[in-house]
């Protein structure tokens, strides 16, 4: 085994202060719910999303798995300052993509250069759906939300017609994608005809 050398103290702090303020993502929570039947949180919705992405490794040979998972992790990271907006309550005009760039920013802060750089240069390539890897962490993005209205313990008056037209555009972006829709979308049509 080599030895590396100790990381530089100010980096080393640095990096702590950012992870810990980035812990607050653990308690911002999202509309959806769990099987349980408690509020699920923006980090509990990331993990899962990193799930996806690792079980789907042997599909995706052609990606950059690595990237992946980051894009993943990075995603709904600016939402650790301004909380989450429900699905069902964004619009294209809301002003939510900059206010999400700009707490990113501030999160950001501690980080040494570098990794301010990669982490804010992640956050846009998802945003913009600039790679191959960020179309389909968006597209998993929108799945995994819809599989978790799926498995919730919803309120009785739940819109699951929702989940039909959410996130379409990018859940056609791969055949990958397009063949998980077509199970959420079969299974979102039997619990509306059927109920919970």
Not at 29 to 46: K, M, P, Q, V
Not at 150 to 166: H, V
Request: charged share 30%.
């Amino acid at each position: 085994m080599t030895t590396q050398p100790d990381i530089d103290p100010s980096r080393l702090a640095a990096i702590i202060d950012f992870l810990q303020a980035a812990e607050k993502l653990k308690d911002t929570l999202r509309s959806g719910i769990t099987s349980n039947g408690r509020a699920e949180s923006t980090a509990e919705h990331s993990w899962r999303l990193c799930l996806m992405a690792m079980l789907f490794d042997r599909e995706l040979a052609g990606y950059d798995r690595l990237k992946l998972l980051k894009l993943c992790i990075v995603h709904d990271l600016g939402e650790a300052i301004s909380g989450d907006v429900p699905a069902t309550s964004q619009t294209p005009d809301d002003g939510r993509a900059a206010r999400e760039r700009t707490d990113l920013e501030t999160l950001c802060t501690p980080l040494p250069d570098d990794l301010r750089r990669e982490i804010l240069g992640l956050s846009d390539e998802y945003s913009g759906g600039a790679t191959p890897e960020a179309q389909m962490v968006k597209g998993f993005d929108k799945l995994e939300t819809m599989l978790q209205h799926l498995i919730g313990r919803n309120a009785a008056d739940f819109d699951y017609e929702f989940n039909l037209t959410y996130g379409a555009q990018h859940t056609e972006k791969h055949p990958l994608l397009s063949q998980i829709r077509q199970l959420v979308d079969a299974a979102t049509r039997e619990r509306i005809t059927h109920g919970a």
